[in-house]
């Protein structure tokens, strides 16, 4: 791989990352004939109707889990918990307080998994080349990439599992960590509660790799025009 072409993968890292997990979770999809989008978003409201805010807390869990939250939509339980309680008449605060309850329980788990070394009974699940990654992030970074990461449950299992692996103060973890869900979760319930529960049919899986795709072509025409600001001068000098 030639030089250019490492550093725009680390500077788009992100949301390469992003790309690849939902790549793989929709041919793993495919595949294996799994239930489609809608099916699924019918089961969970069903589930969500009779038994309220325990799918939510549960959900949440599941969401949050290294390893296990690949193979789920990202973001889902925020999303369709806040819009079904819309329509159920459940308490929205209460949903978002459940969220992220279950997003601080698993922040722990994944910390521990990093921390004891647990994670690599998980690295042969294809998890290796986006942990090492995000723990060369969180080494360069530390504790403050938790804010930019945990937007999205999928990555910010990997960096939980990452400030575990290089042994990061636990309380600043803690820390962190409550005040990133809380200002994220806050954040995207408010934006379902303001679009209603339409936007359950706008978050799939199609739509969120158009977005990403979109923020990859981005992202790679802002490096280009960054990379011949650099290199028109080093060229100008040289001929001097």
């Known amino acids: 791989m030639n030089k250019p072409l490492k ?35 019918a089961w969970v409201k069903d589930m969500f109707m009779v038994h309220g805010y ?13 390893f296990a939250n690949w193979y789920l939509p990202g973001s889902v339980v925020v999303v369709m918990g806040v819009a079904f309680a ?19 329980i698993t922040a ?30 969180v080494e360069k ?12 449950p999928n990555i910010g299992a990997l960096t939980s599992t990452s ?10 973890f803690l820390a ?4 990133a869900l809380v200002t994220w979760n806050a954040f995207w319930a408010m934006v379902v509660y303001i679009s209603g529960p339409a936007i359950v049919e706008i978050v799939n899986y199609k739509n969120l790799l158009l977005i990403l795709g979109s923020w990859l072509i981005v992202l790679a025409i802002v490096f280009i ?8 001068p080093a060229t100008e000098e040289s001929e001097e």
């Open 163 to 172: 400030a575990g692996i290089l042994h990061l103060s636990f309380y600043r």
């Open 108 to 137: 722990v788990i994944n910390y521990a998994l990093g921390r004891y070394g647990w994670y690599r009974l998980l690295m042969k699940f294809g998890l290796a080349d986006a942990l090492n990654k995000t723990k060369k992030r």
């Open 225 to 232: 025009w960054k990379r011949k600001k650099i290199l028109i």
């Open 7 to 41: 550093e725009f993968f680390k500077y788009a890292s992100l949301p390469i990352i992003l790309l690849v997990i939902f790549a793989m979770l929709t041919i793993f999809y495919k595949i294996f004939d799994l239930p489609s989008y809608g099916e699924i978003t």
């Open 54 to 66: 325990w799918v939510v807390f549960l959900g949440a869990v599941a969401e949050g889990l290294l």
């Open 176 to 179: 962190y960590s409550a005040l």
């Open 86 to 104: 819309q329509e159920s008449g459940l308490n929205v605060l209460w949903i978002v307080t459940l969220i992220v309850s279950g997003f601080m």
């Open 141 to 152: 970074h530390g504790l403050k990439i938790i804010f930019g990461t945990y937007f999205h």
